[in-house]
């Protein structure tokens, strides 16, 4: 299963540190109740990429790019990252964010 994220919301710490905390999906996902969701939190998303979900967004060349979760195994430190990308700028920051 793929969900496309479209939109992302941001926390910055005092540091200035952004951190990805919860992404708008392009298409809403039936939940388990029969309800529409669009808006997932980070923690959420690491738990679908755990159970096979897998999560990317499209880049302006129309490139599907894979999300993935760095420190799996800390969850308090673990966080959305795409898929080959070693910079400081991920390409998930591009994204139109929400509030």
């Known amino acids: ?10 926390s910055i710490d005092l540091t200035g540190n ?3 905390v ?10 388990k109740n029969f309800e529409l969701k669009d808006i997932e939190s980070a923690h959420e ?14 880049d302006s060349h129309k490139h599907k790019i894979k999300v993935y979760v760095v420190n799996k195994s800390n969850p308090k430190k673990a966080y959305l990252r ?15 964010h929400f509030q």
Do not use: C, H, W
Request: aromatic share 6%.
């Open 1 to 10: 299963m793929e969900r496309e994220i479209a939109e992302i919301k941001l």
């Open 18 to 20: 952004q951190k990805i």
């Open 22 to 31: 919860a992404v708008k999906l392009l298409i809403p996902r039936i939940t």
């Open 45 to 58: 998303v690491a738990r679908e990429i755990d159970n096979d979900v897998t999560y990317f967004y499209t």
């Open 82 to 96: 795409t898929e080959g990308n070693v910079s400081r700028n991920d390409g998930l920051l591009k994204l139109p």
